[in-house]
């Protein structure tokens, strides 16, 4: 799949998801995927950078927790295409992954190969850790549960946006 298509079908898809609104108008992002596609940058997928991949299956914000903090990689959250998937699955999922220091994606949930792109927002390790009563979780979004009401932090980062010094820029460009 070239990075075109795949950048394509999450944006697609992440406007649809834009379009359940969670707020009202005063808020500054309706939900998650309007926060994504604010800030979001698209990411192709590269090879997991150890020897070993951790291959750790629906535990994808703990496990980016674990890597950033051990790495010291940036912590992302937004949106993962997985092409290749059974029948009736989703092909796209609330997701989270790390972007080593030359800004590629280090992902310890999903196995090398499987992925088509990434569409996410790169946090501050000051931010990841101001959140700290949710780490080990999504921060945004709410994980495997995104489509329950929203509750905390993440209503609070939806209606007012995202604080000073949350968004990591330096390894925003899509690569």
Do not use: K
Not at 31 to 42: E, R, S, Y
Not at 104 to 110: G, K
């Amino acid at each position: 799949m070239s990075a075109d298509h795949a950048e394509a079908w999450l944006a697609r898809e992440a406007d649809l998801l834009r379009t359940l609104s969670l707020g009202d108008d005063t808020w500054s992002h309706q939900n998650p995927a309007d926060l994504v596609l604010t800030h979001g940058v698209f990411w192709t997928p590269s090879p997991w950078p150890h020897a070993q991949h951790p291959e750790r299956l629906g535990e994808c914000f703990a496990a980016a927790h674990e890597w950033a903090d051990r790495e010291g990689w940036t912590y992302v959250e937004g949106l993962v295409l997985l092409p290749e998937v059974p029948p009736g699955m989703p092909h796209v999922f609330d997701h989270a992954w790390c972007l080593t220091a030359d800004g590629t994606i280090a992902d310890p949930a999903v196995p090398d190969g499987w992925a088509g792109g990434y569409l996410g927002v790169p946090y501050t390790h000051a931010f990841r850790h101001a959140m700290q009563d949710r780490a080990g979780t999504a921060l945004i979004t709410a994980g495997p549960f995104s489509r329950l009401p929203y509750i905390g932090h993440n209503t609070e980062i939806l209606r007012h946006g995202l604080p000073p010094g949350a968004l990591h820029t330096t390894t925003t460009e899509e690569n």
